[in-house]
């Protein structure tokens, strides 16, 4: 057993090498780079653009539940902002794909600290059901707000995205692209902000709470901006993903698609970049592809969620890392410098 | 008009406190939001249907149905949730789980018995009594005495009895509570069964009054009874009561005035607006988090 853990240990390490890393990186790139030429049909290409969606949305909601700790069951309700957004802009306004993006941004980000702000007073299971809530007055909202939304008939015949004269469809792979863009984006936002000052303040708040509080981490600041982060980068993905679908209604946005997006980070693994690619590729893929499990595709997503719980509940991908945190050289010296410091004003005191 | 839309709200909210008793008793105990209840109580209304299709008649059916619905509840706390118990594992793990549970049960539902909208035999005689300006349906008043009777029942077992002393014990101080040679686990079990049973009830009497059972029925109900144990204070019985009405009188309103569509989320727009201003509900005890 300890052998065992001593030679992943040393595969991790070896994994992790920055030249290793980077010719893995650098392979895997040119790997989904070349996926349209792969000649597989549009029933495929439209999965894989699925799977690339959904790993974003699942980064998204990443953020929440694998670093700061907040599980949110509403995460279909950031999705249907971004969606809706981008769709109306597009559609009746007339305005360009990647424009509307802007807006899509502004306003998830409202809606993010909207629904942030609770989580002044509420903790744990409260703020869950918060958000379940949202996600369900959304959906009301949709229906209700007919003018704008078409209420329950839904809005037909979503432009594709274009820029320059050049629409970006299924046929040409622009959607693959753009999709993949955005995911590789998205990721490396992620890699970012884990290994920054707000990821640490993130994880501490995650941690331990009240022992956040006392490193002087302003978690109420914290865990706002988590949701904003979550909601914008959900709000992106839906953008994109109601261009693909080309029709989009309340139902699009129900509770299912939140557990979805769940189980994905659960599966893959809380806390981890790899395990949402690894859970988006099982979660999504294997239904498709197994089109005679569809009556059980539910039933299955449960049990995967309930055995996970009971066996690993740390995600398939997920592990304690043992490799030593990667702290900036910078950091090092400003902590370490100080305290030399006093070390040898102490000694000079003495003598 | 008025006393009317308050008497539809006051029936359908009874079957909410119903379910919410559910809620109530294992966040007690546990401190979890069980959100397989709903589809608990999806289950207990559509084996009921399916027992009476069997045609071994209609009060055996209900009684079989119950029975299973609540053995139901055991056994979602014995495969699922005992294990994690054991482990110690987080709150979220747990919570996850449930919901975990709620997939797979109203899934197995479509799946076996197909996701359409079946009618469902009305229970009471069709007549009514007229007092005043209100319509009182025989279906009405059934809800509301089986509703009641249940819910005293409920609060007798947990007030009066030994089991319910072991159960108020095991919610203060689980650890206190197993020094003291109470069997937590059967405790435990014990409540699941208690708010199998009421959610079967519940959903029998709300089947019938809307005539039709389908398996989704849970997801929504389940989510407005969860909303009504939390504003009525979650863990206190009188606050599942409370809460049932609040939320059945303020939808019975808001379907009227504002339109059908706002019925779903009325119930989410209270609890939001309670959660943040009175984080404990109506009749909750105060928690203080201790470091």
């Known amino acids: ?351 | 008009m008025l006393l009317q839309q308050i008497m539809n709200g006051v029936t359908i909210g009874m079957t909410y406190a119903l379910i919410a008793v559910g809620y109530s008793l294992v966040f007690g105990i546990l401190r979890l939001v069980n959100f397989s209840h709903g589809s608990v109580y999806a289950f207990g209304a559509n084996s009921i249907l399916f027992l009476i299709s069997l045609n071994i008649g209609i009060i055996p059916a209900i009684l079989i149905g119950i029975l299973l619905t609540g053995i139901l509840g055991v056994l979602i706390d014995k495969t699922a949730l005992e294990p994690l118990r054991k482990k110690s594992a987080e709150g979220i793990t747990s919570l996850i789980t449930t919901i975990g549970v709620s997939s797979v049960i109203t899934n197995l539902l479509i799946a076996r018995l197909g996701s359409q909208k079946k009618a469902f035999p009305a229970l009471f005689p069709t007549g009514e009594i007229i007092v005043g300006s209100i319509k009182f349906t025989y279906t009405q008043i059934g809800m509301l005495v089986i509703s009641l009777a249940l819910l005293i029942c409920l609060l007798l077992i947990v007030e009066r009895t030994k089991i319910g002393l072991a159960m108020r014990a095991s919610e203060q101080n689980i650890t206190a509570a197993k020094l003291m040679g109470i069997n937590v686990n059967f405790v435990i079990s014990f409540t699941f069964f208690l708010g199998g049973m009421s959610a079967a009830i519940a959903g029998t009497l709300v089947s019938s009054y809307y005539n039709m059972a389908y398996p989704n029925m849970g997801y929504t109900a389940g989510l407005k009874a969860f909303a009504a144990a939390v504003l009525g204070g979650i863990g206190s019985l009188p606050g599942s009561l409370l809460g049932g009405l609040v939320v059945g009188i303020s939808e019975s309103f808001a379907a009227t005035v504002l339109g059908s569509e706002f019925r779903d989320s009325m119930a989410f727009i209270i609890l939001i607006c309670v959660l943040i201003i009175r984080p404990n509900g109506f009749l909750g005890k105060k928690s203080i988090k201790k470091v």
Request: glycine share 10%; proline share 3%; with cysteine.
């Open chain 1, 1 to 351: 057993m300890r052998d065992k853990k001593i030679s992943f240990n040393n595969l991790e390490k070896f994994l992790y090498q920055p030249s290793v890393f980077m010719i893995l990186t650098g392979a895997a790139l040119a790997v989904l780079l070349i996926v349209p030429w792969l000649g597989l049909n549009s029933y495929l290409m439209n999965i894989v653009v699925k799977v690339a969606i959904y790993i974003t949305l699942a980064l998204g909601l990443n953020i929440l539940v694998g670093y700061t700790g907040l599980v949110s069951l509403g995460q279909a309700g950031f999705v249907a902002v971004g969606a809706y957004a981008t769709t109306i802009l597009t559609k009746v306004y007339g305005w360009n794909f990647f424009t509307s993006l802007i807006v899509c941004v502004v306003l998830a980000a409202a809606v993010g600290i909207v629904i942030g702000l609770p989580s002044l007073r509420l903790t744990g299971t409260y703020l869950s059901i918060i958000t379940l809530g949202f996600g369900e007055i959304i959906r009301t909202v949709i229906i209700v707000w007919e003018p704008l939304t078409n209420g329950p008939m839904g809005i037909r015949g979503i432009p594709r995205p274009a820029l320059g004269g050049i629409t970006f469809t299924m046929a040409n792979s622009g959607m693959y692209y753009l999709s993949l863009l955005l995911m590789l984006l998205v990721m490396l936002f992620c890699r970012t902000l884990v290994r920054s000052k707000t990821g640490r303040a993130l994880r501490a708040v995650k941690g331990d709470e009240t022992a956040a509080v006392m490193m002087g981490i302003n978690v109420t600041y914290y865990k706002v901006l988590a949701f904003v982060l979550a909601a914008v980068i959900s709000a992106l993905a839906g953008s994109l993903y109601s261009t693909q679908l080309g029709y989009i209604d309340q139902n699009t946005f129900t509770f299912d698609m939140s557990t979805i997006i769940l189980s994905i980070v659960i599966l893959g693994g809380m806390g981890t970049l790899r395990g949402m690619v690894i859970g988006s590729i099982i979660l999504i893929l294997l239904p498709e592809l197994s089109r005679s499990l569809t009556d059980y595709r539910f039933v299955i997503y449960g049990l995967i969620l309930i055995l996970m719980m009971r066996f690993r509940p740390q995600g398939i991908l997920g592990w304690k890392s043992r490799l030593p945190y990667p702290i900036r050289k910078t950091v090092i010296e400003r902590i370490s410098g100080p305290q030399n410091q006093t070390a040898d004003d102490g000694e000079t005191n003495h003598a």
